[in-house]
């Protein structure tokens, strides 16, 4: 097949090059079982070596959105906030994962803590009316432009000035540059060294790492079936995991039909599908069996109490690594967007 005029032999998967999304891309990528195998810091390409029809291309973690849509990468790993302001309309573009359960933040409007009358985005728009009467226009410092100025719009406050910045912007207000900012915050704990304050319906995103795409590439491209997939079912595998616990106990019974009936009262003790029980053999000859389930992380504590109540002994607890479901969720989701 053929994409701009070239052969598709390879994937081409971009990841953050630095910054707050490296180290976290890095180590997701490797609890997934996908080792980014990077010579050095000054290396802009990386090999997999599970996925030896793809290469790594190490880009800024702001700069990946631009060169999915542009096809310059098949795949790529950045901020959700980044991908939807530049993506506020149709391209090329598509949402692969939309939350891979790292970096995660919220885009939040911010004004001073002077501004003691202003709890809302209502009083915003009201301060902005009250601005734009006496000649000027409310001033928003932000890094988001098209995310911020859709809100804005959205909370009726209607006259405003946008200032783009790339630098620190909890300062603005500070220097005068700006009467609030629109920003990036985890804990808000830097807003308020700063003497910010967030304000009633000012959660404007709560953002994270996903996976993105470009729509066209990925269309015509013969790995669709092996890399892209392999990909897919190693991240959906993984996310899935976090959400159960492994879980075996020893039990003492006549027969494994009759565990399993003790164990089954408990609808909590169904697992994914069932118990997995097996004969336990033993020295002194008791009838000892080996009960295996895969429960919610919620439910961990009452099914440890449960199997003790029906004589259980040495439980053991583990994190499953992937659970896989009959499907992949997300390689499907992606057909359905490329019309496949």
């Not at 800024?60 to 939807?84: C, F, K, N, Q």
């Not at 169904?270 to 389930?293: C, E, M």
Request: proline share 3%; net charge negative; glycine share 8%.
């Amino acid at each position: 097949m053929n994409f701009n005029g070239r052969s598709i032999i390879i994937l081409r998967l971009a990841i953050p090059s630095d910054g707050e999304l490296y180290e976290p891309t890095l180590s997701f990528l490797r609890s997934c079982g996908i080792n980014a195998e990077r010579p050095s810091p000054r290396r802009y390409t990386a090999a997999i070596s599970s996925m030896p029809n793809t290469t790594v291309l190490f880009q800024r973690a702001g700069d990946i959105p631009a060169r999915i849509e542009e096809g310059s990468a098949d795949l790529g790993i950045t901020g959700l906030d980044r991908y939807l302001e530049s993506n506020i309309g149709s391209g090329e573009s598509t949402l692969v994962v939309s939350d891979l359960g790292f970096s995660k933040c919220n885009l939040v409007m911010a004004v001073p803590d002077s501004w003691i009358d202003v709890i809302s985005m209502a009083d915003l728009a009201d301060v902005s009316i009250d601005m734009h009467e006496k000649g000027t226009d409310l001033r928003v410092a932000t890094k988001f432009p098209n995310l911020v100025q859709r809100h804005l719009f959205l909370n009726g406050v209607n006259y405003f000035s946008l200032i783009q910045s790339s630098g620190t912007l909890e300062a603005a207000p500070i220097m005068g540059f700006a009467d609030i900012i629109s920003d990036i915050s985890s804990s808000g704990t830097t807003l308020r060294e700063n003497r910010l304050k967030t304000i009633e319906s000012g959660l404007l995103l709560s953002s994270q790492a996903c996976l993105i795409g470009n729509k066209s590439s990925l269309s015509n491209s013969d790995e669709l079936e092996f890399d892209v997939k392999y990909l897919l079912e190693h991240i959906e595998g993984y996310i899935r995991s976090k959400e159960f616990f492994l879980v075996t106990a020893n039990i003492k019974g006549d027969s494994a039909e009759d565990i399993a009936d003790k164990v089954l009262k408990n609808e909590k003790l169904s697992g994914l599908r069932g118990p997995t029980i097996a004969k336990v053999h033993t020295r002194d000859g008791d009838s000892w069996y080996a009960v295996t389930i895969v429960i919610p992380k919620g439910n961990l504590m009452e099914v440890v109490g449960y199997l003790r109540e029906t004589g259980g002994s040495s439980v053991t607890v583990n994190q499953a690594h992937y659970v896989f479901q009959k499907e992949c969720f997300a390689y499907n989701s992606l057909l359905t967007s490329l019309g496949k």
